[in-house]
């Protein structure tokens, strides 16, 4: 077989029933009869609109000619020997002790356990919230108006911060892991369409049956998982991690195991565990991060600004967009997490702290597209030299937008209403004037008035110059009506815990202990929360490469 890609075909094309006109058009790319064609694959599947008045798809299949028909393929198509994707080798290795110990069930912890479980070492797997189904019931309750639960919430318990996201598979990563990546999700429930899709995602709704059918498949594999438990300390003899302090949620019961391996995919809100981590001597660093708000806009505006008289073709769905510019001062301003058909979430899991998200179901089907909108924040814009003043950072911002929230409400405090603004106040100077435009989708409420009480001059100068810019490359972006909530300050980790090139953690320096010993054996920082990932997929495939270090170092005795 060949493969083809960058095959333009028509929007008809990409729909699963049309299958016969999809090989027709595929044929005429490649120069030969369609009768010639006489087996044909999806591989790849895209839209390209940057010409609104000839939006079409984009297609790589795998095509089998019969006899000794030659492609002449048309200008732009490429022709190569298909070549299937190897499958991921798990080693077998048997029972170790002490097991290895993985902290955290977002994708990176839990592609890390099911590598580690699969390959024999029966891993013990913790979480401090707790299962999806239950958290599901304690996320609803909380946005029907409920009381915050800190331990069960939209950042922690199982599958992760992603699990109320939108389930988006896109990465920018390149990695030979991808594709196990994405086959294991379609084992566990996933839509095949995230096989082929060039900007997968699989959706809340669905992700939640998805994560606890990996967890399955890790306690089918030999490996045990534990909620509702907290890392609340490591013991390090030797420039050895020999053992770990796990404690009940419920009960507040110590328990001390012995490990030859942490693995450390707490997530990126997991504050404490970051300040452990430095308070037990390894080398943390600041990173870039951003902090900004949710902009909703009608899905509608979003899907003509994008697929002009194309949108509503059934091949389509609702529009998505990536947005960046600069500020005059080079400062980066860009959209995140955009949810198409979505609404914003109440993401909050600190007393007096306010944060917002943004998710969308499967379907994609909702009246507002949403996504943070982001303001780059540099290590160098905070003061001192506390690796975790960026936790600090967004902490402030998280209780001002609280306050602020409160203060606006009408009828008194109301916890966790959200400040909210709309574009045109804000760029006008002004505050308080409800959006006719969009009705915002935060479930508990927003209080409308100026986000500039809530959010440092550093991000809202930034939000003001790159307002009208980005309207330029979205059209109605800027729209006066369309609106902005806060705050948005959980968008990636503002710490890097540091590793060596065997991904384990490294020591800080003057840290107690031996001078020696740079590199901590058997701690491994790994995923979101640690600083090397940006998403549901970089996050598993380093759970996956840190799950190989892992084996590897157990293989070979070293732990």
Known sequence: MIQASNVSVSLDA?????ASLRRREVARALGVRPAMVTEIALLKRSVDARKKAQVHGVVTVAVALAGDAAPSPARGVTVRPYEPTAPLKVPSIGPAEPR???????????????????????????????????????VGAFAAGGSLDTITNIQFGEGGAGTFSDGKLNTGIKSPHIRHVLETFVEAG?????????????????????????????????????????????R??????????????????????????????????????????????????????????????????VNRSQYGSAAGH?????????????????????????????????????????CVNG?????????????????????????GDDPLEGVAFQRALERAAFAAGQGAAEGGRAPYTAPAQTVGDFLGG??????????????????????RDCLPPLVTDA?????????????????????????????????????????????????????????????????????????????????????EAVAAAYREGAR
Request: proline content about 6%; glycine content about 12%; hydrophobic content about 45%.
């Open 314 to 354: 059934p091949a389509l769905g609702a529009a998505d967009y990536k947005l960046a510019v600069k500020t005059a001062d080079g400062r980066g301003v860009y959209s995140f997490c955009m949810c198409p058909g979505g609404e914003v979430v109440a993401a909050a899991s600190e007393e007096g702290g306010l």
């Open 190 to 234: 996933a839509p095949a369409d995230i096989l082929v899709d060039a900007k997968p995602h699989i959706g809340t709704d669905l992700l939640v049956g998805v994560v606890r059918r990996l967890r399955e498949a890790i306690i089918a594999a030999g490996g045990e998982v534990r909620f509702r438990t907290r890392l609340t300390d490591l």
């Open 463 to 547: 939000l003001a110059e790159a307002l009208p810019l980005l309207d330029r490359k979205l059209a109605g972006f800027a729209h006066p009506g369309a609106v902005m909530t806060a705050v948005e300050a959980r968008s990636s980790s503002p710490v890097r815990l540091v590793r060596d090139g065997l991904f384990q953690a490294q020591r800080a320096e003057g840290a107690a202990g031996d001078p020696a010993a740079d590199v901590v054996s058997g701690l491994y920082p790994c995923g979101e929360g640690a600083g090397y990932a940006g998403g549901i997929m970089s996050a598993a495939v380093d759970g996956l490469r840190v799950a």
């Open 430 to 451: 002004t505050a308080g004037s409800p959006s006719a435009f969009v009705e915002p989708t935060y479930p508990r409420g927003v209080a409308w008035c100026d986000l």
């Open 359 to 383: 998710m969308s179901r499967h379907a994609r089907d909702g009246a507002n597209a949403n996504a943070a909108l982001l303001v780059e924040v540099r290590p160098d814009d905070l003061p």
């Open 100 to 138: 290895p110990l993985v902290v955290g069930t977002g994708p990176a912890g839990l592609f890390c356990a099911l590598y580690l479980a699969r390959a024999g070492l029966r891993p013990l797997v913790v979480e401090r919230g707790a299962a999806v189904d239950e958290r599901v019931l304690a």
């Open 236 to 301: 390090v003899e030797e420039g050895r991690v020999v053992g770990a302090t796990l404690t009940d949620e419920d009960t507040g019961a110590e328990t001390d195991v012995p490990t030859g391996a942490v693995v450390l995919a707490c997530g990126h809100s997991a504050r404490d565990t970051f300040a452990l981590v430095r308070d037990r001597g390894f080398a943390l660093e600041r990173k870039p991060f951003a902090v900004g708000v949710r902009i909703e806009h009608p899905q509608a505006l």
């Open 14 to 18: 990409l729909l699963p029933e049309n």
